[in-house]
């Protein structure tokens, strides 16, 4: 019952995304190829494998660069706190924080919490619900007066 809770609070424009955009590159495809023959397929299709090249070259490019970073670490909590905005994906914050959150969830359970603590121990918790950030929140440690 909890899991069909969250499930029905994700964006239904994902849900509609994931459908839309194989549907579009399908009809693409067909458009071109009634318009122009093979080599307005093979065109399109090129096209769209570069587009998916793309992706894949980005995506493994923030993922090398958060792997030469602690995990969890973040410059300044207060500065990513500032920056982050609701339905960008983690893949689009572990590029901001150029490092992998610590998963306070346990594994493959949704919504997804992780965590990224600076130097000060200022720490940032985010909710990711389908991959997309949902909410997010900072932690700034008390510090006694002398």
């Not at 499930?7 to 067909?30: E, T, V, W």
């Not at 992998?100 to 940032?124: A, I, M, N, Y």
Request: net charge positive; glycine share 8%; proline share 5%.
């Amino acid at each position: 019952m909890y899991r069909g809770l969250l499930h029905s609070r994700q964006n239904p424009g994902m849900q509609i995304q994931k459908i839309l955009i194989p549907l579009g590159s399908l009809a693409l495809l067909l458009v071109a190829y009634r318009s122009y023959g093979w080599a307005g397929a093979a065109l399109v299709l090129s096209g769209l494998v570069m587009w998916l090249l793309l992706h894949f070259t980005r995506t493994l490019q923030v993922l090398k660069r958060a792997a030469n970073r602690p995990v969890g670490y973040v410059d300044s909590a207060v500065m990513l706190n500032a920056k982050l905005r609701k339905d960008v994906s983690l893949l689009h914050v572990i590029a901001m924080t150029r490092s992998l959150g610590e998963l306070l969830t346990p594994k493959d359970t949704q919504p997804e919490q992780f965590r990224w603590t600076d130097g000060t121990q200022s720490h940032v918790t985010c909710v990711f619900v389908g991959g997309k950030l949902s909410q997010w929140d900072l932690v700034r440690p008390q510090f006694a007066e002398p």
